[in-house]
């Protein structure tokens, strides 16, 4: 009594799902439209899919509606006499609408399959670039260090003033006790009065 329950819950379910997902596919392209750090091919990815899913989503959005017309309406439609074959030609389209849904969804997870791998290969080609200047760097910084260290030894006479000069001293034993003990002696320890200096060249003899 109620045969046309099952095929109408079904049909239901897949208008709406179908519609859900439309729904869904239209906010991810629009957040991928609207994000300005993607390139262009990406970006035609992005809509090259969303065009794919959207075509998927309508057909199952329309297979429900197939499958509660073939299974509710024509039955009630169709006269006696016809009803056999039309009905036959009817459910092998509604077969060729599955099947095509099913391509579509197959060349979907392809499609991603073969955008990863060469996002991938872009990556790695990108990151072998990258070490690739970085060894260069690293050689070039060698070769530097190694100039400085020969222009160092082929001038031993400015090393040994460096070395026996007060900064080079100071360079070496650092602002040690005995240093600052031997400095302070140098220095006087009580301000100089000019007032009291008698200079010579001021009161010249005759």
Request: glycine share 6%.
């Amino acid at each position: 009594m109620n045969d046309w329950l099952p095929m109408t819950l079904t049909g239901a379910f897949l208008i709406v799902l179908g519609f859900l997902m439309i729904r869904t596919h239209i906010r991810t392209w629009r957040r991928y439209r609207d994000e300005s750090s993607l390139a262009e091919r990406e970006l035609h990815f992005y809509f090259t899919q969303y065009r794919r899913r959207m075509q998927t989503s309508s057909i199952i959005a329309l297979l429900g509606v197939l499958l509660f017309a073939g299974d509710v309406v024509l039955p009630r439609v169709l006269p006696k006499e016809d009803f056999a074959g039309l009905f036959g030609v009817y459910w092998i389209a509604v077969l060729c609408v599955t099947l095509w849904i099913l391509a579509l969804a197959w060349g979907d997870i392809t499609a991603i399959r073969v955008h990863s791998k060469t996002v991938l290969n872009r990556h790695l080609k990108e990151q072998r670039k990258l070490e690739q200047q970085l060894v260069e760097l690293k050689k070039q910084h060698s070769n530097g260090e190694a100039s400085s260290n020969k222009f160092k030894n082929d001038t031993p006479g400015a090393n040994d003033e460096y070395r026996n000069s007060a900064c080079g001293l100071a360079h070496r034993t650092g602002p040690n006790k005995k240093s600052r003990d031997h400095w302070s002696r140098l220095l006087p320890t009580k301000p100089i009065r000019l007032d009291r200096i008698k200079i010579s060249s001021m009161s010249p003899s005759f």
